[in-house]
């Protein structure tokens, strides 16, 4: 994120203004003096140099970044002479975000000196990993609490998947003293094989020495690979909880390939077997997909319908959604009053109940009812608030309420040490570091703290932080937080060039980074627009916009450029139709095409959203129409959610 400058507006008279003190100029010499050597020391000590850490020491140790500088000193030159350092900054700074990261390097050295006491004196329960835990207890062992060691190293060893290799000497002491048991090892190898972990399952058979544990691991292994074969009703007779288990695992996985079996047998099981209400829940969902993908669907309303007091409310609103892939508004309309009423009284169900009643009925009295919905639906700012009022001609309201603003309280969090770190390290540009240290620092954050970060961050044009904020504390209604006009001069820019309106591209990015300008997603994507790198590659060549490496996509002006310039792609495929441009962006072209063939045209545009086949392409849909009239509202500009053409297009 590019550190945005800050104008301050006085609303102070040039005569009372006062120039600032003599002191406060000196201080602000002196931070951005030691921000300079902050960065020549941290550029040293990342190479391995410490000289100048040595010789600015004392110049820095005031400076909100200092316990970073003293972090890559220690942890460059880990060792055991070093404890007292280590010790004191593991006491000094005990929720610096790299703290866990240098206890867990000196607790692994003192495993691998053999510093058996040490280890269990500066080992951390509420930080620790798989393999810290496992080191934890061999030291335990080695310090004579054998018993205690065993005992809690059991549960480390029955999980269903591979433990870290630094567990390996732990579990040898409980395998050379006898501890796994053939009880013991059933309980993994079920978690393993439910889990699909065949080559942990193969390596804990060897614990079964007798021929009943052979002969039930044998089963579950055909069994798993072989679902159908759960019709061996006799082979599954006893009702265990391990059998239970495997029923539903074989149940589920054969209502993949044939779900009417699948129900015949599931049905002798629910008779002989007590399965509890969330393990029938989960079956049905399975059974009900399977049904459906096998083009069975009047089998799957029939069969949902006659297990509904079982069926979760995650099933009942996919269920919902084939019937208004299908247009069975006849059936919709009673479908809905059986969801569960906090998910019928949501805003989407009463919007599409309306919407039934419109399409079932001509009763003048039922036709107002659903008006009188929509009118009560469009006071929100919302996707289904919007639609509702585009539906009774009312206008879009913004429902804005501004936070109150409390400067004190904002100045006293900015002045704490951690959000002090956070800025720095903005300034400095080290976004990452920033960011961890406004987790570690807000986590356990009220409602109310909640609040007063988001109002400095809003300040410090942190946007991502200011609007994550908003969400932790639930408050929606402060749409100048919640929706900045981050970097509007390079959204402006590309907005012109491309024909695009302004408010969609802040829209995009705010549904696709929160305006985080170097953000990486866990599948690649980068920067304000989430640009595959891939992608902006294929972008930069067919539209020959000079583009050298993925670390540009950090750049806003570059990131906009190619992002705008493929959502413009979008467009002119799909004849100008903004909903199915926007699905494409997230969810790629080539879907969206076998979407609206598997539609076939005959779905109204608030149906086609709706039933998206994809629930994150299905929410992304409809926050970026909805954002774009809050941007619009920003910006003064009157806009409809959709335009005529997009509205009457069957899709």
């Not at 004579?144 to 630094?166: C, E």
């Not at 679902?227 to 082979?235: D, E, F, I, Q, T």
């Not at 919640?482 to 969609?504: G, I, N, T």
């Amino acid at each position: 994120m590019v550190q945005a400058e800050l104008t301050v507006t006085s609303t102070v008279s040039s005569d009372e203004q006062k120039a600032p003190s003599t002191a406060s100029l000196a201080s602000d010499r002196a931070l951005t003096r030691q921000r300079q050597l902050y960065k020549k020391v941290n550029k040293d000590l990342r190479r391995g140099a410490t000289a100048s850490f040595k010789a600015l020491r004392s110049s820095l140790e005031t400076y909100p970044l200092y316990p970073y500088l003293l972090y890559s000193r220690i942890s460059g030159n880990i060792r055991l002479s070093n404890e007292a350092l280590v010790a004191d900054f593991l006491r000094d700074y005990p929720t610096l975000p790299v703290t866990r990261k240098l206890r867990k390097r000196w607790l692994h050295l003192l495993y691998k000196r053999q510093q058996w006491q040490k280890l269990l004196y500066y080992y951390d329960p509420a930080t620790s990993s798989s393999a810290q835990q496992c080191e934890y207890q061999y030291a335990r062992y080695k310090s004579g609490h054998t018993n205690a060691a065993l005992s809690a190293a059991l549960p480390l060893w029955s999980v269903g998947k591979s433990q870290p290799k630094a567990c390996d000497p732990l579990f040898k002491l409980l395998i050379d003293r006898g501890h796994i048991t053939e009880a013991v090892a059933w309980q993994r190898y079920t978690r393993a094989i439910f889990k699909h972990q065949f080559q942990l399952a193969h390596y804990i058979e060897r614990f079964f020495t007798s021929a009943a544990y052979r002969d039930k691991a044998a089963l579950y292994r055909t069994v798993d690979r072989q679902p159908a074969l759960v019709g061996n009703y006799s082979r599954l007779s006893a009702d265990r909880p391990d059998n239970r288990a495997l029923i539903e695992h074989a149940i589920v996985h054969l209502a993949r390939q044939n779900a009417t079996q699948a129900i015949k047998h599931w049905e002798h099981y629910r008779q002989s077997h007590r399965f509890d209400e969330a393990s029938q829940g989960r079956v049905l969902a399975r059974l009900i997909k399977g049904l459906h993908k096998q083009d069975k669907h009047a089998a799957a309303l029939n069969y949902i319908n006659a297990n509904i007091v079982v069926a979760n409310s995650t099933l009942l609103e996919w269920q919902l959604r084939i019937l208004l892939r299908d247009n069975n508004w006849q059936v919709i309309k009673p479908w809905i009053h059986s969801l569960p009423e906090a998910i019928r009284t949501q805003q989407r169900w009463r919007y599409w109940q309306a919407r039934a009643q419109l399409m079932t009925s001509g009763d003048p009295e039922v036709i107002d009812q659903a008006k009188t919905t929509f009118r009560e639906l469009s006071r929100f700012r919302s996707f289904y608030g919007f639609l509702a009022s585009d539906r009774v001609g009312n206008p879009y309201r913004m429902a804005q309420h501004p936070l109150p603003l409390k400067t004190d309280e904002i100045d006293a969090l900015a002045k704490t040490p951690a959000l002090q770190r956070v800025r720095e390290f903005f300034i400095q540009g080290e976004n990452l570091r920033a960011r961890r240290e406004w987790y570690q620092a807000t986590k356990n954050f009220s409602t109310e703290q909640w609040l007063i970060a988001a109002q400095l961050a809003h300040r410090e044009h942190w946007y991502q932080q200011a609007i994550l904020a908003m969400s932790k504390a639930r408050y929606w209604d402060d749409i100048d937080i919640r929706f900045p006009q981050a970097y509007r001069r390079e959204f402006e820019k590309q907005a012109q060039e491309m024909d695009l309106p302004l408010s969609l591209l802040f829209a995009i990015s705010r549904q696709e980074s929160a305006f985080a300008a170097d953000v990486t997603s866990p599948a690649g994507a980068k920067g304000l627009m989430q640009l595959m790198p891939a992608t902006a590659k294929q972008v930069a060549r067919q539209h020959n916009i000079r583009y050298k490496s993925s670390r540009q996509l950090f750049q806003p002006s570059k990131n906009l450029s190619l992002g705008s310039r493929y959502y413009k792609d979008m467009m002119l495929r799909f004849a100008d139709n903004r909903i199915l441009a926007t699905a494409s962006y997230n969810a790629g072209p080539h879907r969206v095409a076998r979407w609206r063939k598997e539609s076939a045209g005959k779905l109204t545009y608030d149906v086609w959203i709706e039933t998206i086949p994809y629930s994150e392409t299905r929410q992304y849909v409809q926050n970026v129409l909805a954002y774009c009239l809050i941007f619009a509202h920003h910006l003064e500009q009157t806009l409809p959610l959709l335009s005529p053409a997009e509205k009457q297009q069957l899709l």
